[in-house]
Nanobody, 122 residues
Framework: QVQLVESGGGLVQAGGSLRLSCAAS????????MGWYRQAPGKQRELVAA???????NYADSVKGRFTISRDNAKNMVYLEMNGLKPEDTAVYYC????????????????WGQGTQVTVSS
């Protein structure tokens, strides 16, 4: 099995910054894409940012210019640097590992972390 553990959430004032980290552990041969999703109360889960193993990243329009995703392939970790936080960024943030291959010949699978709360006060 593969486990994802997020850290770095918390309470911050509007305009502040937070850095989220996610560590993937277990038997891992490769991870194609790692990303961050968020879900606010009463809303659907949405993509915040994602990055491929080659370093190509994409962002939701709402966070472009404020958030930066990065990845350490050797450590199977992904980070989300969040600056200029707004109250509308308040949500549970989930780490995702997409198209994970535990060993050649097995099927690809996706994995999710348990989530970390980010609260931005106005």
């Amino acid at each position: 099995q593969v486990q994802l553990v997020e850290s770095g959430g918390g309470l911050v004032q509007a305009g502040g910054s937070l850095r989220l980290s996610c560590a993937a552990s277990g038997r891992i041969f490769s991870i194609n894409t790692m990303g961050w999703y968020r879900q606010a109360p009463g809303k659907q889960r949405e993509l915040v940012a994602a990055i491929t193993s080659g370093g190509t990243s994409n962002y939701a329009d709402s966070v472009k210019g404020r958030f930066t995703i990065s990845r350490d392939n050797a450590k199977n970790m992904v980070y989300l640097e969040m600056n200029g936080l707004k109250p509308e960024d308040t949500a549970v943030y989930y780490c995702n590992a997409g198209r994970v291959l535990q060993r050649p010949g097995l099927s690809y699978r996706d994995y999710w972390g348990q989530g970390t709360q980010v609260t931005v006060s106005s």
